[in-house]
């Protein structure tokens, strides 16, 4: 098939978004192609059609575990086979799949990049009828980033052991020095580059020094329609905000990452399905988010870099249609950002006693661990070696950036379920233990027989539903099924998955990037004042602010940023005055509606009113005994 025939099969859309169709060209053409699409412009496409196109598998490398989950449950909607590795699965598992992505149809295999650390994966992958390699989330490759991963470093090498293979590196957001530095780290040869315009001509960006008070959030909300995602600063400000929400008749839910995978599932689920209005929540919400008719992003403070901020606010009018970016910032908030500079990038010392802490608190000799997966608890973590709870979380987040380890969310671990026996065994043992064929036969007419060749995710709740039992009988009779080997069985995992991607090293002697991790601090003060700038901006578009700090310089301003309508006010108020101190003269005193009427211009009454008022504050105008407007007369 054709790409344009794949489109329409699988996607049911008649013709691609712009530069879609020259990068799948460029992929299909053997090209190193790098891609450089807006958030909501279609990135995903770009791969998966080139990928389908052809005989063989398309590995996909991303560090977004949630973002693997949420491609390959699309694409599995789509009846393609698609399949991911990452933390938290079974050597086993690994193994079955491995072997399904060599000899089965799987036409999508997504994977970190801290698994081409593997030499298991390394090997088998060399054995994969492979069509095409994507690197996704790419500029994690360059330092100059905003998220800058040590284990994509790596990859180059592993796309060397394919050398006939289409690739492609995709990112949402690149600077001019990042977009080089992917094609030099990939070791790109002969490389096309694709850029799409940063300009949303449908995207009012605004900023406001209002706080996020209930009188404000009720005025600006109440009399909105279509759906918005409301980012606060807290976990305690997300339920505050919901529930301020839903007492005043607006629907509303709140989302965080110390919910449950089910929770956060459901309240995904149920506002993409507009079951209510505004999801209020922390930053942890909204990757692969492509809901069309989100019409307001409201920030409560400003994310640490305008990447961050590009990628949240471009959640907003993916149909096309006007919607607002509303950013509020309040003065104090810019000291806040820069303390926590240091707060965010601890010394060495430090990061080498967290990291002894999470030896000790595993048990883990020098050596070993690498690619092991572990249940982490932060709260117990910090309570078990008395760590203050921000200081140890931003070590962790430091370590991981040093790629020494990994921190997954929950929403990784779902419950899996693989029958190892054959189709004729499993009946043979339905027969000799009648107690579970009930079971058996739910778990068979809700997953099919693609559980005898691959894990699949199951829902205990879903069996349950169907045998009228309840969930924790589901599990436990599984559970029992698992250690009489018909079953291998995997129950959901609520606790974060903490990876080692490199094997336990001796703390003190901790091979850390000194000169690296001073250049990330720089970086990162860099870019906070870069985001305060463009806060703290008064005469300036906002969206060619924002494309400008891309690299992409527009001709004309957008028109409907808070900038671009305050110019245009203060343009039509210049134009007033001079209309009404024209008519005052040639005509004498009037009344306000004999001066509306009077004026030549198509008239907005609101700013003509207030026109009027600002006038007589400055004392050009002021009223006659009459009741009229009236010329101040200058003194001789």
């Not at 994966?121 to 009828?129: D, G, T």
């Not at 990757?287 to 409560?300: A, F, Q, S, T």
């Not at 027989?449 to 039992?469: D, K, N, V, W």
């Not at 924002?546 to 203060?570: A, M, V």
Request: with cysteine; charged share 25%.
């Amino acid at each position: 098939m054709k790409p344009l025939e794949i489109l329409e099969s699988f996607w049911g859309y008649k013709q691609f978004r712009p530069l879609q169709e020259e990068i799948i060209q460029s992929v299909l053409d053997k090209k190193d192609t790098l891609a450089i699409l807006p958030t909501g412009g279609g990135k995903s496409i770009c791969f998966q059609v080139p990928a389908l196109c052809n005989p063989g598998i398309c590995l996909v490398i991303t560090p977004l575990v949630a973002l693997m989950k949420d491609q390959v449950a699309q694409l599995r909607k789509r009846s393609i086979q698609a399949e991911a590795i990452y933390s938290g699965m079974s050597k086993r598992e690994i193994d079955i799949l491995l072997d399904n992505c060599r000899f089965g149809d799987i036409k999508f295999l997504y994977v970190s990049p801290e698994r081409l650390k593997s030499e298991l994966f390394v090997e088998r992958a060399k054995l994969m009828p492979v069509n095409c390699i994507a690197v996704d989330e790419a500029h994690c490759i360059s330092q100059w980033g905003y998220d800058f991963r040590p284990s994509y470093l790596e990859i180059s090498n592993f796309l060397t052991l394919f050398p006939d293979v289409s690739k492609i590196a995709l990112t949402a957001t690149a600077t001019s020095v990042v977009r080089q530095d992917i094609v030099d780290k990939l070791q790109f040869k002969n490389e096309q580059v694709f850029q799409g315009s940063f300009f949303r001509s449908n995207l009012s960006y605004q900023v406001s020094c209002q706080p996020l008070t209930s009188d404000y959030i009720l005025d600006r909300l109440l009399k909105m329609s279509g759906s918005g995602i409301i980012y606060v600063r807290s976990r305690k400000k997300t339920q505050e905000i919901a529930r301020l929400l839903a007492r005043h008749g607006i629907k509303a839910h709140f989302y965080h990452a110390g919910l449950t995978h089910q929770e956060r599932s459901a309240r995904q689920d149920a506002w993409i399905n507009n079951q209510f209005q505004f999801m209020v929540c922390t930053n942890a919400f909204g990757m692969g988010i492509d809901k069309p008719d989100v019409r307001l992003v409201l920030h409560e403070g400003a994310p640490d870099s305008i990447e961050s901020y590009y990628q949240e606010a471009g959640r907003a009018g993916r149909d096309l249609k006007k919607s607002v970016a509303l950013l509020l910032m309040q003065p104090s908030d810019k000291h806040q950002m820069l303390n926590q500079i240091e707060l965010a990038h601890p010394e060495a010392s430090f990061l080498k006693s967290v990291y002894q802490c999470l030896a000790n608190y595993y048990r883990i000799a020098i050596g070993s661990s690498l690619l092991e997966s572990y249940d982490f608890d932060l709260n117990q973590f910090c309570t078990t070696y008395k760590l203050e709870v921000r200081p140890a979380f931003f070590a962790l987040k430091k370590l991981e950036e040093e790629d020494f380890i990994q921190i997954t969310e929950t929403s990784s671990a779902q419950s899996r379920l693989f029958v190892p026996i054959s189709n004729t065994e499993l009946y043979s043992f339905q027969l000799k233990h009648p107690e579970y064929d009930l079971l058996i036969r739910a778990v068979l007419r809700i997953y099919g027989g693609e559980i005898f060749t691959t894990y699949r995710q199951i829902s205990e709740s879903h069996i349950a539903s169907m045998l009228q039992i309840t969930p924790n009988d589901v599990k436990k009779a599984l559970s029992q099924l698992d250690s009489m080997t018909v079953v291998n069985y995997q129950g959901a995992k609520e606790l974060p998955q903490l990876t080692f991607t490199q094997a336990r090293q001796n703390a003190q002697q901790l091979t850390l990037n000194y000169k690296r991790m001073r250049e990330r601090k720089t970086l990162a003060k860099e870019k906070i004042q870069a985001m305060v700038h463009y806060t703290e901006n008064q005469s300036v578009c906002r969206a060619q602010v924002l494309s400008s700090y891309f690299g992409e310089e527009l001709d004309k301003t957008c028109g409907i940023c808070d900038i671009c309508r305050n110019r245009k006010i203060q343009k039509e108020s210049l134009s007033y005055q001079k209309e009404i101190l024209s008519y005052l003269s040639q005509k004498g005193d009037a009344s306000p509606e004999e001066l509306r009427q009077g004026l030549n211009a198509e008239i907005n009454e609101k700013l003509l009113g207030k026109q009027i008022d600002e006038m007589i504050t400055k004392e050009i105008l002021f009223y006659s005994q009459s009741g009229k407007l009236s010329l101040k007369k200058l003194k001789i």
